[in-house]
């Protein structure tokens, strides 16, 4: 830190030379990403509510009365009738709660110190995470041929260790959805924890129910599902950080608890301590705004964008991995390393992804991603094939 004061002007132009080189998603060209950019009306609620700490609710009444009323409004998206939960940083934060409380709950309940988590091998890498920092075991569950949770492997993984099972919907590399009904029903069977990783999908699958798609059944309808991550920062169009994790039971935010002596309240369950109210209020601004038939001429808008860049890559002769089940095309080159082209896509400034698993170029269709930006990459993928 220098010793005399800057003049403002010089700082905004030093700041707006470093945002010059940051990919801005106007440009339609980050196409690997799940975040968009945020609805101007919940930017201007953020800024409203910048200085509220939700890690002191007692200060912020009002503030805390919205993150309840946010909570009930997703809960109720996700058929449950009384929701518990937390507007948090992110799907990380989010699934390291869910795991947390499942780790807790069976420690106090079952007696079980050695715990073991089971996921898919398709999981996001905040369940790695969680495994390390709560001292559990991984044991990954195999996929079957459609890229899926193996139902058959999560029921032979199962043992008197297991204080949590973890099921997908909207994978992160092909946004599948994981035959969460079925493994609803192995998880009640074995009385253990179920966990379902809606972070992506959780904002789209119930407005695609609402226009008529068929789409598995994956939320709180099920009753073994304990807890749900949903992020309102992706297909919810709030502002990051804004992400939620939503509990069956207000017991799995008791098992985290821990005292909080000089706060306004006695405890505290959230990872974090200080929380930003504004991701709250800008959820809550944005849920209403919409409402659900905004939301639903939105997810169709981006299933459209899907079927068109899915059809125009196979009218080229490009091979795609699977029929997207929500907003995401994966696909390969029949003869081109999906590493190589994505190095040509991006020296053509298209920002795409690598999927693991299978290996293939992974393109994310958001709120930012117009039909136009969509012909002029297939003309680009026309011209390298």
Aim: proline share 4%.
């Amino acid at each position: 830190m220098q010793d005399e004061p800057i003049d403002k002007e010089d700082i905004l132009k030093e700041l707006n030379d470093f945002h010059k080189l940051d990919y801005k998603y106007s440009e339609g060209r980050i196409l690997g990403s799940m975040c968009t950019e945020a609805h101007p009306f919940a930017k201007e609620v953020y800024c409203k509510f910048l200085d509220t700490n939700l890690g002191d609710p007692g200060l912020f009444k009002g503030t805390k009365h919205i993150e309840n009323e946010v909570i009930k409004s997703i809960g109720n998206l996700l058929s449950l009738e009384r929701a518990y939960g937390n507007i948090v940083t992110g799907g990380t934060e989010a699934n390291l709660m869910a795991i947390r409380a499942a780790r807790n709950h069976a420690r106090k309940y079952k007696g079980i110190k050695n715990g073991e988590i089971i996921i898919p091998s398709s999981a996001h890498f905040s369940f790695k995470k969680a495994a390390d920092m709560l001292n559990l075991k991984i044991v990954e569950a195999k996929l079957d041929e459609h890229y899926k949770i193996d139902v058959e492997s999560v029921r032979r993984a199962i043992s008197e260790n297991t204080v949590a099972i973890v099921a997908i919907a909207g994978t992160t590399e092909l946004g599948l959805i994981d035959p969460i009904e079925e493994i609803s029903k192995i998880a009640q069977e074995h009385n253990i924890y179920f966990h379902v990783d809606a972070a992506f999908g959780g904002f789209s699958i119930p407005f695609l129910k609402n226009l008529g798609y068929e789409v598995p059944v994956f939320d709180f309808s099920l009753d073994g599902v304990c807890s749900i991550t949903v992020d309102p920062h992706k297909m919810g169009l709030a502002p990051i950080p804004a992400g939620g994790i939503i509990f069956r039971k207000e017991e799995y935010l008791q098992v985290m608890a821990v005292d909080s002596p000089y706060l306004t309240v006695k405890t505290q369950s959230t990872i974090v301590g200080t929380r930003l109210g504004a991701s709250s209020a800008a959820t809550y601004a944005i849920m209403k705004y919409f409402g659900k038939n905004g939301y639903s001429k939105l997810v169709k808008s981006l299933m459209d964008n899907t079927y068109f860049l899915k059809e125009g890559l196979e009218n080229i002769g490009y091979d795609v991995v699977c029929e997207p089940e929500l907003n995401i095309v994966a696909f390969n080159h029949p003869e081109i390393e999906a590493y190589e082209l994505s190095k040509k896509l991006d020296e053509l400034g298209w920002k795409v992804s690598v999927a693991k698993c299978p290996i293939a170029i992974r393109i994310v269709l958001m709120n930012h991603i117009k039909k136009r930006h969509l012909e002029e990459l297939l003309e680009d993928l026309e011209k390298i094939y």
